[in-house]
DNA sequence: GTAGATGCAAAATGTTTGCTCTAAT
DNA sequence: ATTAGAGCAAACATTTTGCATCTAC
């Protein structure tokens, strides 16, 4: 069984992330159950950002016992150990994503579809310290709100 | 009666904040209803980006009748005429701001404290639209998280 | 008196938690 | 047997909504 659902990502880049999640998996001692599996299995093949309840859904009638609860345990396992992120694109439900390079994100404000992107000019920014008072820096987010190509086009 | 928690702004800067927020309301068609000014004044005197249940707090004791679902739907309408913005800082509350210049944000992991930040440098992103694959960008949103000052010093 | 604003409580939404049961070592 | 994981339902936090009441013109 599969949870494949659009084609973003291809079979070469889901079986990589796949190999690789499994190989962490074992590292960091981590049983690999068949519901975590099938939840890294739809984040990894699909690059549109699902939230717990999607992800839930769609495993559901693969694996009817599955309970909201563990789709919503596991994945905060998989972020405590960097195998997901997590996004906030809009006030609603949290959102994830297995996608580990470093980038940033594209938030249609129309259809609420966050789409990854990479910048290399974007990975450090040209932040003056002064402005920071102390504020030490770790990271950064950057999203880009605005209409996507589908959006544009249907209008 | 007053609403200024911390010495953040200036009460000149405050007092130019509601000044300006009374003029837009005029223009707008929307009546000052004590709870209206009560909500914008929090916001327009506290730059720490309080949520809901923040500014109903505050404003309870000396508007005994105010009701939190005053607040949500003022806060609503506020944000609809673009006299408030809302920030998704972490996945939990929504928090307002009335600092309406164009600005970011730094964001605490520790103490979850939102500090406005301003860049110029910021202000236009050096983004390739090939990457962008038909995308209309808008606006831009960045959040810069790491440890505030204090957190660094009380740790 | 009409329209808009408020208060209140219920409902909706998203998420977390406690507890029990199961499964794998 | 012990332990981690899963299922289930209840609890929780935040926000939205429906409706009755109030207020200002």
Known sequence: MTFIRDMDMTRAA?????HAFRGRCGE??????PQRLAIYQVLASDD???????????????????????VYRTLELFEEHGLVSRVHAFGDQARFDA????HHHLVCIRCRRVIDFQDAQLERLPVKPEGL????????????????????TDA
């Open 48 to 70: 549109s950002h699902p939230g717990a309840e999607d992800i839930y859904r769609r495993i559901k009638p693969d694996l009817p016992s599955l309970s909201l609860g563990t």
């Open 28 to 33: 960091l001692g981590l049983s690999l159950t």
């Open 133 to 152: 008072n102390g504020f030490r820096v770790l990271t950064h987010r950057i999203h880009l709100l605005g209409v996507c190509h589908r959006c544009q």
């Open 14 to 18: 889901i079986d990589h992330r796949l």
């Open 99 to 102: 996608n580990l390079d470093s």
